[in-house]
Every structure is written in structure tokens, then in C-alpha cells.
């Protein structure tokens, strides 16, 4: 990823922010654990620690996710809700993610509980963020269905374990960086990395299935366009 080098440097870091931002691209954009991320700048000269990798992402990922989320198009109307068991520290946690009907990750939320109340809880913010949705299609689990009514009584909700195979899919990219991570350390980490992770991949992971090479081409053009603003709105 090539970017112009006279962005001013953040204040306080060593390193410009360009070499900053591309740690950050290639540990979400790829399969890569801090370690590799080290490896692949050493490469390129530029010498760092893990350690100040895993600082990179965790400080600057969060800014980059806030950026697209900011600029990305209203999503689908219609909403896919899920929720998987994720081990932290021996402990049980299940991880609520929702998709529109394109496939993108609206949110995720991490909670210790898969009742009604985690289901109101992770269903408001969602509601907060992009109004209420025309249809929802979730499993079976019953725990959805008086907050669904009560926060979004006009949506269509279509409990079918069957019609929820897209959003299946979806956390099989989490489980993936879950093995390389050799498991989450804490709720919070696994929050906020997914959260970065999920909405970074939306701009550098396009249905390639769908599109022509001549598409997809340009489709990376403007994401590693987007990428470049979003670097030089990075703050110290």
C-alpha cells in the first residue's frame, strides 16, 4: 500500500503515520498475528517490537473502524441477528453480531448472557444506530422475540434457523483470528478488536464472487483511497 510520505508525523511516535496506519491494514486485512505484522516490516526496514504492533492496532484500529462506519452508505433494511459462544479465560460469552441483507456487519456485542435481556440490550443499540429495520430474520430462540416486538413492532421477524445461513458465515472469519490468537484474552479485547476487524473488512473484503476483476479492481482502488484520508485524520 502505497502512500504519500508527507503526511506530518503523530506526536509522539517514532514512526510516520503512514508506516502506523499500514501495521494496522495488515493485521486486519490479513490472517496475521503481531508477530508476522513484525516480520513484514522488518522487511520493508522499518524495525519494531510486536508489542508496539499490538499497541498500533489497539489504538489506532478503533479510529479507522469509527471512520468507515461515519462514511459507509445506510445499510439494508433487512437485518440478520446471530449469536455464538466464544471461551475467554475459561469463561462461557456469546458474541451477538448482526448483518443487513448485503452481508455487511452492522454491529457486534460481546455479553455473558443469551437471554432476553442480552437481546434487548444489543437490539437497542442497533435500533439507535440505523432505525428501525423492515424485516428481521434470526434463529429460533425465543429470547428475540419481545425485544423485537417491543422496539421494532413493524418489522417482520422471521424466526427460521434455516434463513439465517448468510450470518452463519459470518463468524467464521472470527473463529479463524480467534485460533491465531490463541483465544481472546478478555471481553474487552475480543470487543474491540472485533469491532474494528468486522467493519475494516467491509471496505477491503467486497463479494469478489460478485464482481467482475475490472469491478473489483476499482473496488480496491477506493478503499485503499478511503484508507489514505482516514490516515491523515489519525490523532494522537
Not at 9 to 22: N, Q, S
Not at 37 to 62: K, P, Q, Y
Not at 115 to 126: G, S, T
Not at 211 to 221: G, T
Request: charged residues 30%; aromatic residues 12%.
Amino acid at each position: 500500500m502505497k502512500i504519500p510520505s508527507t503526511f506530518a508525523h503523530l506526536k509522539g511516535f517514532r514512526f510516520p503515520r503512514e508506516v502506523i496506519a499500514y501495521a494496522v491494514w495488515a493485521y486486519h486485512r490479513f490472517a496475521m498475528s503481531t508477530a508476522d505484522v513484525e516480520d513484514l516490516l522488518a522487511e520493508r526496514g522499518v524495525i519494531v517490537s510486536r508489542e508496539t504492533v499490538r499497541l498500533w492496532v489497539n489504538r489506532f484500529g478503533c479510529h479507522f473502524a469509527d471512520c468507515i462506519r461515519r462514511d459507509r452508505p445506510k445499510p439494508n433494511n433487512k437485518w440478520h441477528m446471530d449469536e455464538v459462544v466464544i471461551t475467554i479465560c475459561g469463561v462461557k460469552y456469546w458474541l451477538w453480531r448482526a448483518i443487513d441483507g448485503d452481508g455487511d456487519v452492522l454491529d457486534i456485542l460481546v455479553q455473558s448472557h443469551r437471554n432476553a435481556k442480552a437481546a434487548k440490550r444489543f437490539f437497542k443499540r442497533l435500533v439507535k444506530q440505523f432505525g428501525e429495520p423492515r424485516v428481521v430474520v434470526t434463529d429460533k430462540l425465543r429470547s428475540y422475540i419481545k425485544p423485537i416486538q417491543t422496539l421494532a413492532p413493524n418489522a417482520d421477524h422471521r424466526a427460521h434457523k434455516g434463513l439465517n445461513n448468510r450470518i452463519e458465515n459470518s463468524h467464521r472469519p472470527t473463529r479463524k483470528r480467534e485460533k491465531i490468537m490463541g483465544r481472546f484474552k478478555s471481553p474487552r479485547q475480543a470487543q474491540r478488536f472485533l469491532s474494528a476487524h468486522d467493519q475494516i473488512n467491509i471496505i477491503f473484503r467486497p463479494r469478489r464472487y460478485k464482481l467482475s476483476a475490472h469491478s473489483y479492481r476499482h473496488a480496491r482502488v477506493d478503499a485503499f483511497a478511503l484508507w489514505a484520508d482516514y490516515t491523515v485524520e489519525m490523532t494522537a
